[in-house]
């Protein structure tokens, strides 16, 4: 079974950054995906192991950066230029296995337990 450890949520003023972390046992993907009050979890960036592949929601392109340290198993998701309507709670997802929805979250099988991101205006 996969173990995931995700950090780095918190509260910050709009336009202000955060980084959260997600330690993995293994994966293949990583992906984070949120969840507002009221609203249902929506995929925001995955990354496959390899590294040469990533994939972002339309709605953070540009804002947020994927990224990963093999050696530490821990792939990073540095959010800036943040807006209120990124406060959610964030979740990491792993598959071990190839996926062709990354983006998905059916596509995974092992979830964190979340932290939550919230942006004030």
């Known amino acids: 079974e996969v173990q995931l450890t995700e950090s780095g949520g918190g509260s910050v003023q709009a336009g202000g950054s955060l980084r959260l972390s997600c330690t993995a046992s293994?994966?293949?993907?990583i992906g984070w995906f949120r969840q507002a009050p009221g609203k249902e979890r929506e995929g925001v960036a995955t990354?496959?192991?390899?590294?040469?592949?990533?994939d972002y929601a339309d709605f953070v392109k540009g804002r947020f950066t994927i990224s990963q340290d093999n050696a530490k198993n821990t792939v990073y998701l540095q959010m800036n230029s943040l807006k209120p309507e990124d406060t959610a709670m964030y979740y990491c997802?792993?598959?071990?296995?190839?996926?062709?929805?990354?983006?998905?979250?059916?596509?995974?099988?092992?979830w964190g337990q979340g932290t939550q991101v919230t942006v004030s205006s």
């Open positions: 990354i496959y192991v390899g590294g040469d592949y990533t």
């Open positions: 293994e994966y293949t993907y």
């Open positions: 997802a792993a598959s071990r296995f190839l996926l062709n929805r990354p983006l998905q979250e059916t596509q995974y099988d092992y």
